[in-house]
Structures are given as structure tokens and as C-alpha cells.
């Protein structure tokens, strides 16, 4: 068994006689209730009824709010709702979703997204006209906690149909949300689940660029999905602080390294790789200088200490300079304001 294996979910086939639907969109949760009335009110309005989608919640034991309460509201006995006896884990959640499935497509739909009107309709006809992909994905739109558009993914290829390049373009870009991807269940039970060695970030990338290794990619021009673009949560504040979240990134580029096919030159090969060092480590300065902007410079020179573990381009190498010079300036701003309200208490005492 290959080593990689040892961290992944087996997906078992669905039992022999079980009634098995076109569609299963599973919905995983977590402490997100006040977004998932949004998020099931998007799929119900396409539900084309339970023969054909199944439709199902799977909260991993949320704390802060009633999620079941939500589903018996909007679903109505149609929306089946699954709680885990205790927290998992947001990848084990993933799992129970991928084991709990019964139809032909997955949709994993996270309780804080949606999908626009025909989704699963122009999903649907890319595997009925090309039965050869293992999973296809549309355009999405970014959107922020009040659902406001902030923006809309790249036109990939001029029309629908096969994505060119699939894999070249999957391991440099990160060109998919989970929202916008349908998968065939029989590709999760031949590649397994998502990577638990993931601590926070990357599972989704490492799993898309594992099915674009071994199928080829459908493609929807139309943004039918929205993903949701959340202010740094305390969850993700601690992983960007710990270096974790970098560590993530590194770790995704370790095991997709290993799925670049020998029929790629090593030269593209070698290529490809130093491009996505390259774009991770942009995407780790771009951090760094948010973590700035907040006065945060501590977490920002934790960013820039992870970068040189990916890429040490010119490129890289300008950019973190300007980012020190930056917080070098943010520094003495710091100074000056302790400084300036230390005279200042000063004053008041000697007044007195």
C-alpha cells in the first residue's frame, strides 16, 4: 500500500440494493447555522426531488448554535440532517460526508456557500457529455459574511467542456473552490478521502490536483457557485501565528510533487513546481502584509521566515524586502506612539 493511503478515509462502494440517486449534496457544518439557511434555501430551489438528490447536513457537533433546528425548518422532512456524537475535526466531517453519500455525483457544499440557479442542471450535462472526467467545475464568486459580491474567479477557457492542461494548470493555480466542484463517487472510492496530515488549509488543493492526476477535468464557464470569504477566525488567526498554515502549503507541495506523471519532461516538471513555489511563497507575503496592516508584526515575520522554505526567486526576494522595509517603518510608528503617550502621562504628573 502506498504510504500516502495510510492518511486517507477508504470510501467503500455504496452497498448492493441501496436506492441510489443522481445527485448527493452533502452539506458539512460547524458552527455556521446563521449561514446555512442561505446555503440550503440555494439548493433546494433547484431540488429536482429525493430519486434523483439527496440531500443531507453533517454537522461536526456544533457548540454555538442549532443547526438541526435550521434544517427541520427549511427542509421540511426533505433535507436529512447527521450529527457527530463529538467534534472530529473539520477532514474527518469531510469523510462522514464522502462515507454517507448514496449518489453518482457528490457535491460537497460547505454550510456557509451557495450555488446559483442551474448548478446541478450544467454540472449534470458536462458528465452526460463527457462520461471520460472524474470531476468538473464551474466559475465562482467571492462573496463576504454579508453575502456581497467581492469579485468573480478568471475565465479559465473560452467555452465549456474539458479543461486543457488540466493537471500543468491545477498544480500552479488554485483555480477551485469547493463549492464550484462536482466529483463522481466512484473516484473517491479509487483515490479515498481527504489528506488528514492537513492541519488547516491545502486538503482541498492536494484533492483536486489527485483526481486531475488520474482524470480528466470538466470546465463551466458560468459562476454558478459562491464561496464565501470569511474575516480571519480565531482558528485561522492561531494557525497563521503558529506557522502552521504555511506549514500546510509546504506540506501540499511535497505530496503533489509525487503526482506529476512520467510522462511530463522534468524539465516542465521542474518548471512547474519552482512556479507554484513561487505563487505560495507571493501568497505568504501578501499575508505577511496584512498582518501589518493590523500591527501584527510578529505573525508577519513568521510568514516571511516560512517563505524561504519555497522560493527564492528575484521576485520573492524584492517583495521581502519592501514588506521589511514596511515593517521596519511600522516599527518606529510603534515607538513613537508608546513613546508619545508615555510623555504624555508624564505631563499629567508633573501637573500635578
Not at 129 to 137: D, L, P, Y
Not at 271 to 292: F, G, H, V
Not at 304 to 322: A, D, Q
Amino acid at each position: 500500500m502506498n504510504e500516502q493511503h495510510l492518511y486517507r478515509a477508504s470510501i467503500p462502494p455504496v452497498p448492493e440494493g441501496t436506492q441510489r440517486p443522481l445527485w448527493s449534496v452533502m452539506i458539512p457544518t460547524y458552527n455556521c447555522a446563521n449561514y446555512l439557511r442561505e446555503t440550503l434555501a440555494s439548493v433546494l430551489a433547484q431540488d429536482p426531488g429525493p430519486e434523483v438528490m439527496q440531500i443531507e447536513v453533517v454537522d461536526d457537533h456544533s457548540t454555538k448554535d442549532d443547526p438541526a433546528a435550521v434544517v427541520e425548518e427549511l427542509g421540511r422532512g426533505r433535507v436529512s440532517f447527521y450529527q457527530q456524537p463529538e467534534n472530529v475535526g473539520y477532514i474527518r466531517n469531510f469523510e462522514t460526508c464522502l462515507q454517507r453519500s448514496r449518489g453518482k455525483l457528490i457535491h460537497l457544499l460547505h454550510g456557509d456557500d451557495c450555488v446559483r440557479e442551474s448548478f446541478y442542471r450544467k454540472m449534470q450535462q458536462l458528465f452526460d457529455q463527457h462520461s471520460e472526467i472524474g470531476a468538473a467545475f464551474c466559475r465562482h464568486i467571492f462573496m463576504d459574511e454579508h453575502s456581497h459580491w467581492q469579485g468573480i474567479s478568471q475565465l479559465e477557457e473560452p467555452k465549456s467542456g474539458i479543461l486543457s492542461n488540466y493537471l500543468e494548470r491545477i498544480v500552479v493555480h488554485h483555480l477551485i473552490q469547493t463549492p464550484s466542484i462536482v466529483v463522481r463517487r466512484d473516484v473517491y472510492e479509487k483515490l479515498g478521502g481527504f489528506d488528514r496530515r492537513f492541519v488547516c488549509c491545502c486538503e482541498d488543493w492536494e484533492m483536486w490536483v489527485r483526481i486531475a492526476a488520474n482524470y480528466p477535468i470538466g470546465y463551466e464557464v458560468e459562476p454558478l457557485a459562491a464561496y464565501r470569504v470569511m474575516r480571519m477566525g480565531s482558528l485561522s488567526k492561531n494557525s497563521v501565528r503558529s506557522g502552521k498554515y504555511a506549514q500546510d502549503i509546504c506540506r501540499a507541495h511535497e505530496i503533489i510533487q509525487s503526482y506529476l506523471p512520467t510522462y511530463i519532461p522534468q524539465a516542465i516538471a521542474i518548471q512547474l513546481l519552482k512556479q507554484t513555489r513561487e505563487k505560495s511563497a507571493l501568497s505568504l507575503l501578501d499575508l505577511a502584509n496584512e498582518m501589518l496592516d493590523v500591527r501584527d508584526t510578529a505573525s508577519a515575520m513568521i510568514q516571511i521566515r516560512e517563505v524561504f522554505n519555497f522560493s527564492h526567486t528575484l521576485r520573492v526576494t524584492k517583495r521581502i524586502g519592501r514588506i521589511l522595509l514596511k515593517a521596519g517603518i511600522c516599527h518606529i510608528k510603534k515607538l513613537i506612539l508608546t513613546f508619545t503617550k508615555i510623555h504624555l502621562k508624564t505631563q499629567k504628573i508633573t501637573k500635578i
